[in-house]
């Protein structure tokens, strides 16, 4: 048994390479040992690595491609690259959601790039947005800071916005989502979990996306989530990851404290006859003190934990999908942080053969902390800048000496670095504790009557609603002794959306298909938030509102509104190789005034 352990071992080897196709790297191709789970995704440049042994295949998958294999033997080299070709077939037969309705992508004269599930699984992401980032053509995902959860900033071919923001439409199960932005912070997107979400549409031209009328002016982005399949057996997936986060590499090197001293003297010559500054040069070099802020502030690992559950199947009359999720992920600064917890329950149900009914519901939580002074670019207290700003001289430690001056060790932390003539920047976030927590709910239920073959009528009821609460605390020591300050703030949002639509789809004499929709869309928004802080704490262990001495004038807001459209398309084919298709919208806004609120958005496109 020892001996064929020992060979098993001496088998086993790493194989790498690039997959990829007539245009370069594959993103997220899945390469996976047949027959097991074990497997990888590519990178954004397509290169992957995987540990196999001799006698496995390697299947190599990416949607709307051939799949590929290649068994491993002795004989077989260390790097394979494997170049993907398009299966025709496939791609015609892809179904997407575009639009109110459903079609072959092969019939769309619009720009449209799909992400399926694979593609979500290749990268472990907070939130749905990050995935685009790399594997759509056409669209700029960046972040502004690597703080759990926050919000990427998605372009679709570049910026162009009629609302006052450049970021897409998402729609969620033909819900739009993200209407209310109740903190910089957060993100609407990071309710979702993106273990729940099959597949990805990005509608990017004027073709694709007028049917979404003024709201698709940076494009749209439509998120399908799981369903249960007529006649799948009941089936239970869990699921768990563990990760850590860290620092890409810093490229920058910064002084140690001797060649910063010795960079003051050749600023100021005089420097090297003053005793003082001489003996603090020697004392640091000496002693070995020299203090790395990157390594301070960024030099630590975080970690991610993510657990999912869910349950999916399905019979003749009755499909279901219900999950769990449970996200916990901690930033490399100390005090940013992201907890998520997750409910989704997608049911339909055949009432009869011409009548379908359903639900989809999503109810997360959130709970998170953002970094002190992130905000604030040049703020000394602001971690990535302190990080090059502060004197490599400076300890981060208490220096401790015996009577006659002699160096002995280092102490506890400092909180106040009296060369730098800053707060501790840790220790100002620990007198300073903050919360942020949110309750999200997003939702529809759905009729589909079918009277005759190719005539659909569905109408859908949509609602987002959320409670966000932020508090905040400055105890009453330190830089603030005395004088403590606390603050509450408080946000309720809603949303209903109601969409009737009428689609008829039929052929003629075989080679010519034509599809019409009709709709209505209503869109109720109402908001209200209520902030409060009071000044004059005088005790850090008395932090409610009540215990300031100094109450500040409340804020309070309310925001009311309704938007109405009305759209049309209409669709032609001709032997499913000359298309034709057309779609007009009319919006109306009670943001404008009354005689300008009405504002009409069409499109036509062919191939």
Same mark, same amino acid.
């Given at each position: ?43 954004m ?7 196999v *042994? ?22 077989t ?179 140690n ?52 559950? *869910? ?13 769990m ?41 959130q ?25 490599p ?15 002995t ?14 707060? *501790? ?6 007198i ?55 603050s509450?703030?408080?946000?309720r ?22 599809s ?35 109450? *500040? ?13 009305y759209?049309?398309?209409f ?14 919208r ?22």
């Open positions: 048994t020892m001996l064929c352990a020992c060979f098993g071992l001496m088998a086993q080897r790493t194989i790498s390479g690039v997959v990829s196709d007539a245009m370069g790297g594959l993103p997220g191709a899945n390469v996976m040992i047949k027959g097991t789970s074990t497997g990888v995704a590519t990178d440049d397509g290169n992957y690595s995987i540990s *042994n001799n006698g496995d295949v390697l299947e190599i998958s990416y949607m709307g491609y051939t799949t590929k294999t290649q068994k491993v033997t002795a004989k080299p260390s790097t394979l690259n494997f170049s993907m070709e398009e299966d025709a077939k496939m791609m015609e037969e892809v179904v997407v959601e575009a639009g109110y309705g459903k079609m072959r992508k092969s019939d769309l004269t619009g720009s449209l790039s799909s992400l399926g599930e694979d593609a979500m699984k290749a990268q472990a992401t907070v939130s749905v947005d990050q995935a685009l980032a790399g594997r759509v053509s056409g669209v700029q995902v960046s972040s502004s800071s690597g703080q759990p959860g926050q919000e990427a900033s998605v372009r679709i071919r570049g910026v162009s916005t009629l609302t006052g923001n450049s970021s897409p439409l998402y729609v969620v199960d033909g819900m739009p989502i993200g209407g209310g932005k109740q903190s910089a912070d957060a993100n609407p997107l990071a309710s979702i979990n993106p273990a729940d979400i099959v597949s990805m549409e990005v509608l990017k031209d004027a073709s694709a996306t007028a049917i979404y009328g003024s709201r698709a002016a940076n494009g749209v982005v439509i998120l399908t989530s799981k369903k249960g399949k007529k006649g799948q057996k009941a089936k239970i997936n869990v699921s768990a990851q563990y990760g850590v986060s860290q620092m890409t590499g810093d490229k920058v090197e910064m002084m404290a001797e060649q910063w001293l010795g960079f003051q003297e050749m600023l100021d010559p005089s420097m090297k006859n003053n005793a003082a500054f001489q003996d603090w040069k020697n004392f640091c070099i000496d002693n070995g003190i020299s203090t790395n802020w990157a390594d301070i502030f960024f030099g630590g690992t975080a970690p991610t934990k993510q657990l999912d559950v *869910n349950v999916t199947g399905g019979n003749d009359i009755l499909n279901y999908y219900l999950s999720g449970h996200y916990d992920a901690e930033g490399i600064m100390d005090d940013s942080n992201m907890r998520r917890e997750t409910f989704r329950s997608n049911i339909d149900a055949n009432v009869n053969n011409w009548m379908k009914v359903g639900a989809n519901l999503n109810l997360s939580y709970k998170y902390g953002t970094t002190a002074f992130g905000g604030t670019g040049n703020s000394v207290y602001n971690k990535a800048y302190a990080s090059r700003i502060y004197r001289d400076q300890s981060y430690y208490e220096i401790l000496t015996d009577e006659e001056g002699n160096f060790g280092f102490g506890d932390r400092l909180d106040y670095f009296d060369r730098l003539g800053y707060y *501790n920047p840790y220790y100002l976030s620990e300073q504790p903050s919360s942020k927590d949110m309750v999200r709910l997003n939702g529809n239920t759905f009729i589909n009557i079918n009277p005759f073959k190719g005539f659909n009528v569905r109408s859908a009821q949509g609602v987002e609603a959320y409670d966000y609460r932020s508090s905040g605390v400055a105890l009453p020591i330190g830089p603030f002794e005395g004088n403590g300050s606390a509450e703030s408080f946000q949002y809603y949303s209903f959306t109601l969409t009737n639509t009428a689609e008829y789809k039929f052929n003629l004499r075989g080679k010519n298909d034509f019409f929709l009709v709709g209505q869309e209503s869109i109720v928004t109402s908001s209200q938030s209520f902030g409060v802080s009071v000044d004059g704490l005088t005790d850090p262990r008395l932090t409610l509102m009540s215990a300031g001495s100094v109450p *500040n004038l409340p804020s309070h807001s309310k925001s009311d509104r309704v938007f109405n459209s759209f049309a398309t669709g032609y084919s001709f032997a499913d190789k000359y298309f034709v298709d057309g779609s007009f009319r919006d109306g806004s009670s943001l404008f005034a009354e005689n300008h609120r009405w504002g009409n958005f069409w499109s036509a496109g062919a191939m």
